[in-house]
T-cell receptor
C-alpha cells in the first residue's frame, strides 16, 4: 500500500522561528490535506492542497504532485502552534484518507 | 453551531463488556469515518460510511461494529473481541458529492480506557 512519511518526526523551536515540515508519499494521490492536532487531541484542517501553493496567515503549503511531496511552512512560530502536524492523502478511486506519521512541534517562549 | 459531536469524552470499559461511542454531525455531510489513534501514532481507519444504511471496513475493523441508520449519526461499538481497545477514537465527516473532494472534519474525540 501507499506509504506516507513525514519529516522531521520532532521539532523544537523558539517563538518567532520559521520551520518547514515535509510529507512524502509513494504513489499518485487524489488530494492531500494538512491537519494540526492540538494538545487536547482536536484535529483542525489547515489546507486542502492536491497541488500548487496556498497561504493562510503565517502558514503556507506547497504540493508538488508529480514529485510526490508536500511542504508546510510555519513562519514566526507561536506557542499555540505546538502540537502534531499530520498530512493525509486520498488515493485515486478511493474514499479513504491515509495519514502520515506526523511531526510533533514544540514552540517555547 | 454546526459541527461534529462525540460523546462521551472519556469512557472506561470493563473486560468482556461492549461499549458504544457516539458521533453526531449536523453538517449535512454524506460520509462519516471512525479512526483509532494510539499514543504517539497517526490515525488508522476503522470503518467508514458514504451513505445511510451502508458502511465499509477500514484497515483495523476487527473487534468493532458500526451502524448508519441516520445521516447524522454513526455510532461505533467496541466489542469484547477487541482485546486492546485503549486508544483515542476520532470521528470525522466529509461532503463529497459531485465535487469529489474528500475534505474531512473531525470531532473532539473519545478516550477509551480498560479497567
Amino acid at each position: 500500500g501507499i506509504q506516507v512519511e513525514q519529516s522531521p518526526p520532532d521539532l523544537i523551536l523558539q517563538e518567532g522561528a520559521n520551520s518547514t515540515l515535509r510529507c512524502n508519499f509513494s504513489d499518485s494521490v487524489n488530494n492531500l490535506q494538512w491537519f494540526h492536532q492540538n494538545p487536547w487531541g482536536q484535529l483542525i484542517n489547515l489546507f486542502y492542497i492536491p497541488s500548487g501553493t496556498k497561504q493562510n496567515g503565517r502558514l503556507s503549503a506547497t504540493t508538488v504532485a508529480t514529485e510526490r511531496y508536500s511542504l508546510l511552512y510555519i513562519s514566526s512560530s507561536q506557542t499555540t502552534d505546538s502540537g502534531v502536524y499530520f498530512c493525509a492523502v486520498d488515493l485515486i478511486n478511493t474514499d479513504k484518507l491515509i495519514f502520515g506519521t506526523g511531526t510533533r512541534l514544540q514552540v517555547f517562549p | 453551531d454546526g459541527g461534529i459531536t462525540q460523546s462521551p469524552k472519556y469512557l472506561f470499559r470493563k473486560e468482556g463488556q461492549n461499549v458504544t461511542l457516539s458521533c453526531e454531525q449536523n453538517l449535512n455531510h454524506d460520509a462519516m469515518y471512525w479512526y483509532r489513534q494510539d499514543p504517539g501514532q497517526g490515525l488508522r481507519l476503522i470503518y467508514y460510511s458514504q451513505i445511510v444504511n451502508d458502511f465499509q471496513k477500514g484497515d483495523i475493523a476487527e473487534g468493532y461494529s458500526v451502524s448508519r441508520e441516520k445521516k447524522e449519526s454513526f455510532p461505533l461499538t467496541v466489542t469484547s473481541a477487541q482485546k486492546n481497545p485503549t486508544a483515542f477514537y476520532l470521528c470525522a465527516s466529509s461532503i463529497q458529492g459531485t465535487t469529489g473532494k474528500n475534505i474531512q472534519y473531525f470531532g473532539a474525540g473519545t478516550r477509551l480506557s480498560v479497567l
